[in-house]
């Protein structure tokens, strides 16, 4: 997700009754039903991630560059494999009373283009995409402590989670650089079984889904940083 390192995420941990006895189910509710209400400035974002609402600011131009070119380069890449999926970002995944918004999202085209009537792919009048439609999701890292440990260790495990195959994360702040590719997921153990990282300046295959055999390098990534 995108955030400044000057503007950490607002994070709304608990919403509690005065007895802090509310059941987990319901605080789930109150939660949606608070993320559904909030009116935010322009230009930022917020989430339901492992039950807290996390508000984020738009990020850099590192970031939207990055994220850019893999829009870009995967759009091209499954346009020539004539496949069913397509590539979004700036959408709502939900899955249960769990709100994500991802860099990069692959979907099933039809889910992507589907009108608020379309109960099969599209959630609640309109709000997101069901996350079962989902074949990918993509996090360009920020940078901030928070920022950082929400995309490599919070969303891994909501993602995962929700069994959404594929999670690909590009990282400018684990050493000189580094993508990650997750796949295989438990999800009811919230992690993925099949990990593959590598820095900065090497190429790394989406090992299954749609976008299996794209290849994630320099073009995306740009050189190592530092370097």
Not at 105 to 131: K, Q, R, W, Y
Not at 197 to 223: C, L, M, N, S
Request: net charge negative; hydrophobic share 35%.
């Amino acid at each position: 997700m995108t955030a400044l390192a000057q503007e950490a995420p607002v994070t709304m941990s608990e919403i509690t009754t005065p007895e802090d006895s509310t059941p987990e189910p319901e605080l789930d509710e109150v939660r949606w039903q608070a993320w559904k209400a909030m009116e935010l400035p322009e230009g930022f974002h917020a989430e339901i991630i492992e039950g807290s609402i996390e508000v984020s600011p738009t990020g850099r131009h590192s970031h939207s560059r990055i994220s850019f070119q893999l829009r870009r380069q995967l759009t091209q890449y499954l346009d020539k494999q004539s496949s069913a999926y397509a590539v979004t970002n700036d959408t709502n995944i939900i899955h249960g009373r769990k709100v994500w918004i991802p860099d990069v999202v692959v979907a099933l085209e039809d889910a992507i283009t589907a009108t608020a009537d379309n109960p099969e792919f599209v959630a609640e009048d309109g709000i997101g995409l069901d996350s079962r439609c989902v074949a990918l999701v993509a996090e360009v890292v920020s940078p901030g402590h928070d920022c950082k440990k929400r995309d490599r260790v919070r969303k891994r495990r909501a993602y995962a989670g929700a069994g959404i195959p594929v999670y690909v994360i590009l990282d400018d702040y684990d050493g000189q650089g580094t993508v990650t590719v997750l796949a295989s997921p438990l999800p009811d153990q919230a992690v993925y079984t099949e990990s593959h990282r590598v820095p900065y300046g090497r190429e790394v295959i989406i090992p299954q889904g749609p976008a299996k055999g794209f290849v994630i390098g320099e073009a995306i990534t740009g050189p190592p940083r530092n370097a």
